[in-house]
C-alpha cells in the first residue's frame, strides 16, 4: 500500500526551496488529499463528536446505545448507498464531496467516511468497554485527532511512523489534558497515571496505524486504559456513575 493510500491526517507540508531527489523518502505531504481551510471545516464538524462522551457521562449504556445504533445505521446505509446508487451518489458528492478525503472516495475499495467510523466506533466502545473508560478514550479521539491533524498539517516536517512528529507531540499534549479533566472513579492519582499511559498508547496507534483513526485511536486507548485499570486498581468500578469533568 503507497502512501497516498493511507489515511493522514496530519502529514507536514512540503518543503518550500528544497526538491526532493529521486532517492528521497516519499513526502508525507503527498498524502493530505483535502486543504487547508476544508481541513479546518472537517475538524470543526469532527469536534461535534464530543457531545458523544459528554451525553454518555450522564446516560446509561442502554440509552446510548438507543440513540447511537440508529444514528450510526442511517449514516452508515447512506455512505454505503452512494457506491451502489447514482442519485445517492451525486447529492452525497454535490453537498460532502469537498471535505471527503481521497481514500474515501474510492469506488474500488469503497471505504466509509470519516464521519461514519466515528459512529461505528462509538457504538463498538460503549458495547465493549465500561462507561469511564469509553468516555476518556472517545474525548481523547475527537480532541487530540483534532489537534494532531491541524497541527500537523501546519507545522509537521519529521517524520513519525505513518505521520508528523509535530502532530504526534501535539496528540499526546492534548490527550493527557483531556485525561486530566474527563471523568474518575475517585481512586487517586493512579487513575492518571493510567490515563496518560492510555494517552500514549493512542498517540502512538494515530500515527503508526493503517487502520482509520476514528476506529484505532479509541480502542487501543480503551484496551490500556481497561488493561492498566485491571492490573493497578481491580477493585475499581468503572461501569457505574461518573464523576463531574474537570474533577
Given amino acids: ?43 470543526a464538524i469532527h469536534l461535534c463528536s464530543l457531545s458523544i462522551p459528554v451525553i454518555y457521562s450522564f446516560i446509561t449504556k442502554e440509552m446510548a446505545l438507543i440513540l447511537l445504533v440508529p444514528v450510526t445505521t442511517a449514516f452508515l446505509v447512506v455512505d454505503l448507498a452512494r457506491y451502489y446508487f447514482p442519485p445517492v451518489s451525486r447529492l452525497f458528492y454535490t453537498v460532502f464531496g469537498w471535505l471527503l478525503r481521497k481514500h474515501e472516495q474510492d469506488e474500488r475499495v469503497k471505504r466509509l467516511n470519516g464521519a461514519t467510523n466515528v459512529l461505528l466506533s462509538a457504538v463498538l466502545c460503549v458495547l465493549v468497554f465500561p462507561r469511564l473508560v469509553t468516555i476518556t478514550a472517545f474525548a481523547i479521539l ?10 500537523g498539517r501546519r507545522f509537521g516536517r519529521r517524520r513519525f511512523f505513518r505521520k508528523s512528529l509535530e502532530g504526534a507531540a501535539a496528540f499526546l499534549v492534548s490527550a493527557v489534558i483531556v485525561v486530566f479533566v474527563s471523568p474518575k472513579a475517585g481512586a487517586g492519582p493512579m487513575e492518571y497515571l493510567i490515563g496518560v499511559a492510555a494517552a500514549a498508547a493512542g498517540m502512538v496507534a494515530e500515527s503508526a496505524s493503517s487502520i482509520d483513526d476514528n476506529i484505532a485511536v479509541p480502542v487501543s486507548v480503551g484496551l490500556v486504559l481497561w488493561a492498566l485499570y485491571a492490573l493497578f486498581l481491580p477493585g475499581v468500578d468503572l461501569s457505574g456513575p461518573v464523576a463531574v469533568w474537570g474533577t
Fill in 1 to 43: 500500500m503507497t502512501l497516498e493510500e493511507t489515511r493522514s491526517d496530519h502529514v507536514p507540508p512540503p518543503p518550500a526551496t528544497t526538491p526532493a531527489s529521486a532517492g528521497d523518502e516519499p513526502d508525507l505531504h503527498a498524502a493530505a488529499t483535502i486543504d487547508y481551510r476544508s481541513e479546518l471545516v472537517r475538524k
Fill in 142 to 151: 475527537i480532541i487530540s485527532d483534532s489537534t494532531a491533524a491541524l497541527v
